[in-house]
């Protein structure tokens, strides 16, 4: 007899000198704060959060809701690692943004900002210091 076993979902990494965004169940990261487009967006349960791109996020079937900006069709999206329902995605052309990926609602979220020395970061170059403090004053 073969014993079926459920297999482990590889999980995406974001880089840890960013602000990032994670489920608020698991801690799986989902997205960082570079993608966040909007903060002004109202899900079922409170505010929710645009994101332009998203990882370790799975999508249901889409469907016709109504939302506070008319008819759209939607799909639930899902943390990936727990399952747990983190808000929706569009599914259809209709919608003002052809680019939306997904809409999170806050309280399904973590934020957490990192303590890295950015300057570490190839994303976050830092201008070169000045060895003369009499140099930046002098302007």
Known sequence: ???????KTFQAY????????????????????DELISKSFQG???????????????????EERVLLTGLHAVADIY?????TTLGWKYKSNQ??????????EENQLQSKQTQ????????????PRSRNKRET???
Do not use: D
Not at 18 to 32: D, G, K, V
Not at 95 to 104: C, F, K, M, Q, V
């Open 1 to 7: 007899m073969v014993k079926m076993t459920r297999s």
């Open 44 to 62: 079922s349960r409170g505010r929710a959060y645009l994101f332009n791109s998203v990882v370790n996020v799975g999508c249901g079937p889409a």
């Open 14 to 33: 974001l880089p840890s000198c960013h602000r990032t965004y994670s489920c608020i169940h698991c801690r799986a990261h989902l997205a960082n704060h």
């Open 95 to 104: 919608h003002r943004t052809s680019n939306l990926e997904a809409i999170a």
């Open 137 to 139: 004053t002098m302007q």
């Open 79 to 83: 943390c990936e690692n727990c399952k």
């Open 116 to 127: 890295h020395p950015c300057s570490q970061c190839p994303a976050h170059p830092q201008p």
